[in-house]
T-cell receptor
Framework: DAGVIQSPRHEVTEMGQEVTLRCKPI?????LFWYRQTMMRGLELLIY????????DSGMPEDRFSAKMPNASFSTLKIQPSEPRDSAVYFC????????????FGPGTRLTVL | GENVEQHPSTLSVQEGDSAVIKCTYS??????FPWYKQELGKRPQLIID?????GEKKDQRIAVTLNKTAKHFSLHITETQPEDSAVYFC??????????FGRGTSLIVHP
């Protein structure tokens, strides 16, 4: 397996634009997580899915952020409209169950909003 | 919910020295404590974990200890090498709940 795949790896956009980040989890994993990493706040859990269903989105900063998982092999995180403070590295991770199971992280998407 | 505190935020050591990173957690029900290593520009990856029925676990130069009474656990790296330089994250979880991560420790090993 190629591991968790994220695209794009880098995204530079202007304030106000829509940004869509994509993730393909490891095949067979039933949990998918979206994290945001910044120097100020460290690694923050934004939302996670179980069997394609959003379970907890309490970490989503505001209504400008939305996430979907239309099927077991694909998820998106959308920011509309984007703002400079959204600049961060966004990681997607997946795991098989949550009982003491390792989360496998993707390579991340470095987002810069100008 | 669970709260995980991690210290120090930055740790600088000389090659060959030992490094210790400490984490405390708030929920006494937490029973699984993984540690992730994130090299510069890379993704976090699990390096070692410990369950609450074990007090210590070793894997070559790294070890993790757990004190359930005090609700703290630590990562120990002996004979540090430049390739150990990275950000290390601790986490705590209970049962099927999602792990809560610490803020991370940036370890710098000087040659």
């Amino acid at each position: 397996d190629a591991g968790v795949i994220q695209s794009p790896r880098h995204e530079v956009t202007e304030m106000g634009q829509e940004v869509t980040l994509r993730c393909k989890p490891i095949s067979g994993h039933d949990y998918l997580f979206w994290y945001r990493q910044t120097m100020m706040r460290g690694l923050e859990l934004l939302i996670y899915f179980n069997n394609n269903v959003p379970i907890d989105d309490s970490g989503m900063p505001e209504d400008r952020f939305s996430a979907k998982m239309p099927n077991a092999s694909f998820s998106t995180l959308k920011i509309q409209p984007s703002e400079p403070r959204d600049s961060a590295v966004y990681f997607c991770a997946s795991s098989f169950g949550t009982e003491d199971n390792e989360q496998f992280f993707g390579p991340g998407t470095r987002l810069t909003v100008l | 919910g669970e709260n995980v505190e991690q210290h120090p935020s930055t740790l600088s050591v000389q090659e060959g020295d030992s490094a210790v990173i400490k984490c405390t957690y708030s929920d006494s029900a937490s029973n699984y404590f993984p540690w992730y290593k994130q090299e510069l520009g890379k993704r976090p990856q699990l390096i070692i974990d410990i369950r609450s029925n074990v007090g210590e676990k070793k894997d070559q130069r790294i070890a993790v200890t757990l004190n359930k009474t005090a609700k703290h656990f630590s990562l120990h790296i002996t004979e540090t090498q430049p390739e150990d330089s990275a950000v290390y994250f601790c986490a705590a979880k209970w049962g099927s709940y999602i792990p809560t991560f610490g803020r991370g420790t940036s370890l710098i090993v000087h040659p």
